[in-house]
């Protein structure tokens, strides 16, 4: 029995540990979801997250109000749990002194570390999180002034989609095959249906599936039974390659266009042919030959012997807001780096040209689409907001 | 009609995965009456085992189906031997959390090394046939017929061998077999290497279906395929494969008939009801009270 | 003399001090922040969790069935509540407790929905229903647009604060703490040590599981509830099969059937998982590998089946001078018949197993039932017990039918019997043995328990009154404390009758109550049921191998044969029949058993 007083107590004590601090250093958070159902996420997160604090410190660290810091980060697990974000906000928050938080990614996790953030003044910025909710306050429906993302969020991205749709693929019928328990590809998907049928066009078909679900043949026939001349797939890109393969092997020929959740360069391996000539909306394109995003692609693979995927590049490009920021902010502290954020105009980033207005944290940026040609991403268009 | 026929396929292709991993909870359970909830994750070691024996080492397919099975095998009864052996006398319910905990491991420790889903190469060239707006694959003709094989392997096994019997036996009383002269411990390993080796099947054909796989892919199918094990009657060879396929047809009627998002609400009601009426499953014999 | 006192009082109510104390504590920290927000944090995930793991425990731990969908409940309950606080209730102090209240009750409806497939069998059903529930109600709640699906569902106020959260994990000890150690508890607990013999005792095992499981909905949609107004924010993802594994996961570690155990699984857990932050990834390797050595090592968790005393509440103590309870039946029939069997008839299959069996007994008579084995002397008292469904014939008591009645009913009715393999409690002390006995007489009713009336003190101490006194009678009192499986062979045998004498039994069934006894322990039961007959004016029947015995005790005996009875008279008659002795020994052995005397 003393031995587990004994024990409990040591606990304590290390949930009581301190960390020391170093003066000429300033403490970023960043919330991943390392474990749970979407690991890779969290991995893609972490790796873009070190990379980019390794850049700024081989380079010296970064220059705050005529002083160099060194930047560490601190890289907490949210297990891609609601509660577990909530505690690894806090726990970076009051433990280890952060002045900013990068992540969560999914939005699950985003909209209770976004409340912690905003009640306890501490910029967050979430790489990935596409939920409306997740920037604005739910009593007064106001933006959250603290909290930011460095994507577009689902409902504009489901109104491109649509545009593109019938605008150059000339699409008048089209299915959805989606994940319902995804709030992220239901937001999307819906989006699309109403402004595809407000603009004219036709949904055949409007098909879900669950997280988790591999078979997707029966959704495929009744699709197919509709005769569409377009597949949309707001669908994770673990899925795509099955739903894809499944469709082709019932014979669907049609063209198949995607969301932002494809963009992982995974797909192309797992796909194989299939995807061919399919195209996707994304945040960013790996294959670009823009010096910024080529260096970024080429460093990641570098290191980690990939090539990045949207997270990775949203995540960098977090981290380059928050860098950029700080530069101008006139000391480290959250306050002045939350105003320089709001300020950030023009932020040529891998994901594109991020922009800020006064009192949002949703940033102005362009929706790329691209196309899977002769197994890569190849870039088709930019569309603007 | 080709519609109709087209899911009718569909049905059989899930229903086969399922019944044959519903298989091994059924043998376990039959032998031990324990759910083995790791068995789930069995299957999804089964499905990364044939992703290394194909994708890196590039082996044939039936050599990759053999090194499954043979790899979950010999998992299943490394498990156990080490955690379950030691549960044997202790209540029921701490082995089945044991069984919950064994698995929770295996899917982080997987997780923990390869946080990406993988893509499992095409193991065998896909054929589709065509008749009349009806297609196909030969995959789904492997992998129905393949486990249609396996069930009735195993079928003569439990019924008409030595070690058939011998686990039959066991399932009854497990203190007394020993002093007929039947290794009790070498029929529960075999048992299990029977039971995870399907499992390791069911992910190598899993991952012919469907080829992406990541470490929790076993979850959500296991907890199903319990459930069809259960429908069937639990304990009954038989029963899990008919419950597999029932838990197929369901689910794809439910999706068939109504929006596909209430795909597990209508299949888990709709078994809920069954088992209300059939509380033994299908072909399960309503344990005998001994007063 | 007047502090002395008091301080008697203050150190025997210590407990509701500490409680106070504390709770006074929460407040002034969380008033002034005076704890670091993220350790109050946890402290609030550690309460809401001690709440979850108690209310798992107790329909796996202590009632013995297995759920495997508690998050399912805790979604109703937040869902529930928070739909309550943000959209239909008006602003006001009062609305939060209202609303957990709200959620625990929608909860607790939600179990009886669920309770209505899974009690009607037994075993490892409930895990699939429960399992079932919990994909089910995440299902629906992605369907539902009005609370958000899958998006998730938010503006609730941050209600939840660690006073709210310390007062609601006290309440909830002590609510369960108040439930298990109750009738009803020891009804759950019968359930779980031995399902069958809880019937015979007369616990209505139907209404106590559906009552226990409805009890622990309530605290899982507490929990949920407060788990929405912590986060502000519940999406259906919150409510999967993982939470509910994370809460299986944490009444196992800390132990089964232990208000302890909840506590300590709830605490280790909730801090493990913070504290083994640094790990990453492999965090959420160590915590099951953790899990399964601990299961290993301790198969019932830290504090299994234990109890710290302080979760126990006060045993009532016997009163001096206290008036003699009666023994006697609770329905006394003073002349004529009290069982009557007609052409009873049971078919196992094609194997008839007993055949038009007749039998009147009156009040006051010893009946002793013989026959070899397989004859169907089991049979027949596990019909009249209610265990079988007869194929054919009546069997009446006091005459009311009970051939449809189940087994507590009949009990209810007068009728206790023992088993022929010992089935004790075996885990339960020898006292609570003896009360679930009297499961049947006590006066009170969930809300009682739950609540600790007046009325439920007073039934309690008359309930441990009694026991001891038929402890006493039966020189079992020194056992009093000692779980029923320590005590040596014949003790069990006696505690079996003592056991089935608390429910006030009119007609006791004896199944082979000296078997493995020598002589003279034969000879000492031989005269202990004697006295029992004449002492609490009962009737007996009795099923017995050892000649001496019957011969020595019984007015008229039955002897059975493939089913069929092949005698009925007096000892002497019997003893002389030639078909009786043709039935046990064949014709040759005849004359040996002559000879040899019985044996």
Not at chain 2, 133 to 154: D, E, K, R
């Amino acid at each position: 029995m003393a031995r587990l007083y004994r024990a409990a107590l040591t606990l304590l004590l290390l949930l009581c540990g301190c960390a020391k601090e170093q003066d000429n250093a300033i403490h970023i958070g960043v919330i991943a979801e390392l474990t749970g159902d979407i690991p890779a996420v969290g991995a893609s997160c972490k790796n873009a997250a070190e990379m980019a604090v390794k850049t700024v410190n081989d380079m010296g660290g970064i220059d705050i109000g005529g002083k160099k810091y060194v930047v560490k980060t601190q890289i907490e697990d949210s297990a891609g749990r609601a509660d577990q974000a909530a505690s690894a906000a806090l726990k970076l928050i009051t433990r280890d002194k952060v002045i900013a938080i990068i992540g969560p990614n999914a939005s699950s996790g985003a909209i209770p570390a976004s409340e912690i953030a905003e009640t306890s003044k501490i910029p967050m910025i979430s790489p990935w999180s596409t939920n409306p909710k997740t920037t604005i306050d739910p009593k007064t429906g106001k933006q959250k002034s603290y909290v930011f993302r460095a994507c577009y969020m689902d409902s504009f991205q489901g109104r491109v989609l649509a545009a593109f749709a019938l605008g150059q693929l000339k699409a008048k019928r089209a299915a959805v095959l989606y994940d319902v328990a995804s709030e992220v590809l239901k937001g999307q998907a819906e989006v699309f249906k109403q402004t595809f049928e407000e603009k004219g066009g036709t949904i055949t078909g409007f098909e879900t599936y669950t997280t988790g679900n591999k078979d997707f043949s029966v959704q495929m026939t009744k699709l197919k039974n509709g005769s569409p001349d377009l597949i949309l797939l707001p669908t994770y890109y673990s899925d795509v390659p099955l739903q894809v393969e499944q469709a082709r092997r019932l014979g669907i020929t049609v063209p198949i266009l995607g969301s932002d959740a494809w963009a992982s360069h995974d797909l192309l391996g797992l796909c194989g042919n299939n995807c061919e000539g399919a195209f996707f909306s994304s945040h960013f394109c790996s294959s670009s030959t823009a010096p910024g995003v080529k260096k970024f692609v080429d460093d990641y693979n570098a290191l980690y012997g990939s090539v990045p995927d949207d997270v990775a590049a949203l995540t960098y490009d977090s981290f380059g807001i928050l860098f950029e920021a700080m530069k101008r902010a006139a000391k480290p502290a959250s306050e002045d780096i939350k105003t320089a954020i709001q300020k950030i105009n023009g932020f040529q980033g891998v994901t594109g040209n991020i922009t800020f207005h006064e009192g949002s944290g949703d940033p102005e940026k362009s929706v790329v689409i691209l196309q899977i040609k002769d197994g890569d991403f190849r870039w088709f268009s930019d569309i603007k907001p | 009609m080709a519609y109709i026929a087209q899911q009718f396929l569909n049905m059989l292709q899930l229903g086969s995965i399922y019944a044959i991993i519903a298989l091994g909870y059924t043998m376990v359970y039959g032998v031990l009456s324990l759910i083995n909830f790791a068995h789930g994750d069995l299957f999804m070691v089964g499905a990364f085992l044939c992703f290394l024996a194909s994708s890196k080492l590039h082996l044939p397919f039936y050599i990759v189906i053999l090194a499954a099975a043979a790899g979950a095998a010999v998992l299943g009864v490394t498990v156990e031997r080490l955690a379950y052996r030691p549960l044997r006398e202790a209540p029921k319910v701490s082995a089945i959390i044991t069984a919950l905990g064994v698995g929770v491991f295996i899917e982080n420790f997987t997780l923990a090394l390869s946080p990406y889903p993988r893509h499992v190469p095409e193991l065998l060239h896909n054929i589709s046939y065509n008749f009349n707006g009806l297609t196909i694959s030969s995959i789904q003709m492997i992998i129905v017929a393949l486990s249609v094989l396996l069930m009735a392997g195993l079928d003569f096994i439990v019924r008409k061998t030595r070690y058939g019997s011998a686990m039959r036996a066991l399932s009854w009383d497990m203190r007394t077999l020993p002093l007929m002269g039947v290794p009790v411990n070498a029929i529960v390993a075999l048992t299990f290497a029977i039971g995870a080796g399907f499992g390791g099947v069911a992910g190598t054909m899993y991952a012919m279906a469907f080829p992406v796989i990541d470490p929790y892919m076993g979850i959500m199918i296991g907890w199903k395929a319990f459930i069809a094990a259960v429908v069937g009657g639990i304990g009954s060879i038989r029963g899990a494969m008919l419950g597999g396929c029932i838990l197929g047809a369901v689910e794809t009627i439910a999706a068939v008939a109504l929006p596909s998002t209430y795909r597990d609400f209508i299949a888990f009601t709709l078994l809920l009801i069954l088992l209300i009426f059939r509380p033994n499953g299908i072909l399960g014999v309503p344990k005998t009270l001994k007063v | 003399m007047k502090s002395n006192n008091f301080w008697v009082r203050f150190t025997s109510n210590r407990l509701p001090v500490f409680v106070g104390a504390g709770f006074v504590a929460t407040l002034i920290v969380s008033r002034f922040s005076l704890m670091d927000q993220y350790v109050e944090l946890v402290a609030m995930y550690v309460g809401i969790n001690i709440i979850l793991a108690l209310s798992l425990n107790i329909v796996n731990g202590y009632m013995g069935e297995f759920s495997v969908g508690h998050a399912g409940f805790m979604a109703v309950g937040a869902y529930g509540a928070s739909v309550l606080s943000v959209k239909i209730l008006p602003a006001g102090v009062w609305v939060f407790p209202v609303a957990i209240v709200a959620g625990g009750l929608l909860a607790a409806a939600a179990a009886v929905v669920v309770a209505i497939p899974s009690f009607k069998t037994r075993g490892d059903y409930l895990a699939i229903v429960t399992l079932s529930f919990n994909m089910i109600v995440k299902s629906v709640l992605e369907n539902i647009d009005a609370v958000g699906g899958p998006r998730g569902f938010l503006g609730m106020e941050k209600l939840t604060t660690l006073p709210w959260v310390f007062a609601w994990t006290v309440a909830s000890v002590w609510a369960v703490r108040n439930f298990v150690y109750s009738n009803i508890g020891r009804g759950v607990l019968s359930i779980r040590e031995d399902e069958m013999a809880g019937e015979a005792m007369g616990v209505d095992t139907q209404k106590v599981k559906l009552q226990a499981f409805v009890i622990s909905s309530f605290f899982a949609g507490v929990a949920g509830g407060l788990y929405a107004h912590l986060l502000q924010f519940i999406s259906p993802r919150s409510f999967d099969i993982l939470k509910s594994t994370e809460i299986l996961i944490m009444v196992y570690l800390g132990g089964v059937g232990s208000i302890a155990g909840s506590i300590a699984g709830a605490v280790i857990y909730t801090v493990l998982i913070e504290a083994l932050r640094v790990l990453g990834q492999w965090r959420m390797v160590i915590m099951p590998l953790m899990l399964v050595i601990l299961m290993i090592f301790r198969p019932k968790g830290i504090f299994g089946y234990t109890e710290f005393s302080w979760f126990k509440p006060a045993t009532a103590k016997k009163r001096e001078g206290a008036a003699i309870m009666s023994h006697q039946p609770l329905r006394q029939v003073e002349t004529g018949g009290l069982l009557a069997i007609d052409g009873l008839t049971h078919y196992f299959g094609g194997l008839c197993a007993l055949s038009d069996f007749n039998l009147r007994l009156s009040a006051g008579q010893i009946l002793g039932v013989i026959g070899p084995n397989g004859s169907g002397k089991t049979t027949l008292f596990n019909l009249i017990s209610g265990y079988y469904k007869p194929t054919q014939g009546s069997i009446s008591v006091h005459g009311a039918e009970l051939t449809r009645l189940r087994p507590n009913e009949i009990n209810a009715l007068g009728i206790a019997r023992t088993f022929q393999n010992i089935r004790l409690f075996n885990n339960l002390t020898v006292e609570d043995n003896v009360k679930i006995g009297m499961f049947g007489s006590a006066g009170y009713n969930a809300s009682g328990a739950l609540l600790r009336t007046r009325r439920f003190k007073q039934c309690e101490r008359d309930m441990s009154e009694h026991a001891q006194e038929l402890l006493e009678l039966f020189a079992l009192d020194r056992y009093r404390a000692e779980p029923a499986k320590n005590l040596p062979y014949g003790l069990k045998r006696r505690l079996e009758i003592v056991r089935a004498l608390a429910t006030r039994p009119a007609l006791l069934l004896l199944d082979e109550p000296a078997a493995g006894m020598n002589p003279a322990e034969t000879g000492a039961l031989m005269e202990l049921v004697q006295r029992i007959r004449d002492d609490f004016k009962l009737t007996i029947m009795v099923i017995e191998h050892h000649m001496s015995f019957i011969m020595g005790l019984c007015e008229t005996i039955r002897v059975l044969d493939f089913g069929v009875t092949i005698a009925a008279g007096t000892a002497d008659e019997i003893k002389n029949d030639k078909k009786v002795i043709e039935a046990y020994l064949g014709s040759s052995g005849a004359r040996n058993y002559k000879t040899g005397g019985n044996s």
